[in-house]
């Protein structure tokens, strides 16, 4: 699904040069939930941006669901990720002025699906979201984790082969966030692929695959065990 093969993103601002991704590898299947943690300033962000198409990057190799992406131009990058991508970020970032119904419906325009259909996703997503009956609300009339569960619905209406989610719970309350996690994880089951960067360690700790990025590096591994699939008698021995 997502291939990176010795990546490197530099940023140069006047004399400062950092090395933001190095040799960076990775490889990431369909079906996957995979957390990306590491330290503040490590490379999480630029890594999902990468990922994501919104960033670009000096060298190596990234294939995304079988696309090579390398000498692909702005407007074929564009219209790849709005076709695979789907985006949650920390700050929701939903139009303030807009209905959730037309938060959603905004992305779907831009992709030239006939008004019909538009509906039809917009109205699926909120379903799936539990957000249906507020659909005419605006972002500022639901509390944080409402808001980040729009932003879910909007990223899911477009179908994308991948969900990519910087921090998705960083701002929401300890029972918000379990909400958006449950969220996550029952999307995950019914089949969508995720990658979640996350400074929180009961999450990371919850999803099967764990990567850790230190100073620009993938410098670990660990598949867990799913939690909810320890038995009864392995949990209390
Ligand atoms: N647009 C940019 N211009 C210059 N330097 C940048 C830019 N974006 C990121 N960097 C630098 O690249 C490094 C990696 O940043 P990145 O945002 O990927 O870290 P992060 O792991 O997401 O951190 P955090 O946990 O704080 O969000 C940092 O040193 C950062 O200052
Ligand atoms: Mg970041």
Known sequence: MLKMNNVSRIYETGT???????????DVQEGEFVAVTGPS????????????????????????????????????????RNEKI???????????????YDNIDMPL???????????YRIEKSLERVGLIARKDYYPKQLSGGQQQRVAIARALAGEPKILLADEPTGNLDSLMASQVMTLLEELNSEGATIIMVTHDPDQARAVKRNVQIIDGEVSDFSIYAPSQNVSPIEASA
């Open 109 to 119: 325009r831009y992709r030239g699906f006939s008004a019909k259909d538009r509906k």
């Open 16 to 26: 400062v040069r950092t090395h933001a991704l190095r040799n960076f590898s990775l």
């Open 41 to 80: 300033g490590s490379g999480k962000s630029t890594f999902l941006n990468i990922a994501g198409l919104l960033d670009s990057f000096q060298q190596g190799q990234y294939t995304l669901d079988g696309v090579n992406i390398q000498g692909l131009n702005d407007n074929a990058l564009s219209s790849l």
């Open 86 to 100: 789907g985006f949650i970020f920390q700050n929701y970032n939903l139009i303030p002025d807009f209905s959730l």
